[in-house]
């Protein structure tokens, strides 16, 4: 699949992915504030990583990816009523701590501007 398909297909499968998620009842899902960080799709379009992450926290991101294993079929059916694409991924999700971790970065960023970092800096 040349680079900018796959690009497209990635961009289609995460737009409508972050469309169903706010749509699942689960509260392993719901309370855990989650997004779609980035997803990963296999050059033939027969396997979707999809990584999540959570404000909360890896812990939080975690529960969440229990529940979307639970419901990668449903998930994967909604998305071929979506997309029209000849064959839909097979998918899997990953838990990582990018959120949480941009979020201390900006933390961070803020202290320094305000001068109220504490960690020496040499």
């Known amino acids: 699949m040349p680079g900018y398909r796959k690009n497209h297909t990635s ?3 995460k737009r409508e992915i972050a469309v169903i998620l706010r749509q699942l ?7 855990n504030m989650i997004g779609v960080v980035k997803i990963d799709v296999s050059e033939d379009a027969s396997n979707a990583k ?6 909360k926290g890896l812990e939080k991101a975690k529960e969440a990816v229990k529940a979307l ?3 990668a079929g449903f998930i994967r ?5 979506r997309i029209s694409l000849r064959y839909i991924p097979s998918i899997s999700f990953h ?7 941009s979020v201390n970065i900006s933390k961070t960023l803020d202290d320094l501007k305000r ?6 800096i040499t």
């Open 25 to 31: 009842k689960d509260p392993r899902i719901s309370e």
């Open 50 to 55: 999809i990584y999540i992450s959570s404000l």
């Open 95 to 101: 838990a990582t701590d990018s959120i949480e971790y």
């Open 115 to 120: 001068g109220e970092y504490n960690e020496d």
């Open 69 to 71: 294993k639970n419901a």
């Open 11 to 13: 961009e289609n499968i």
């Open 77 to 81: 059916k909604e998305i071929g009523n």
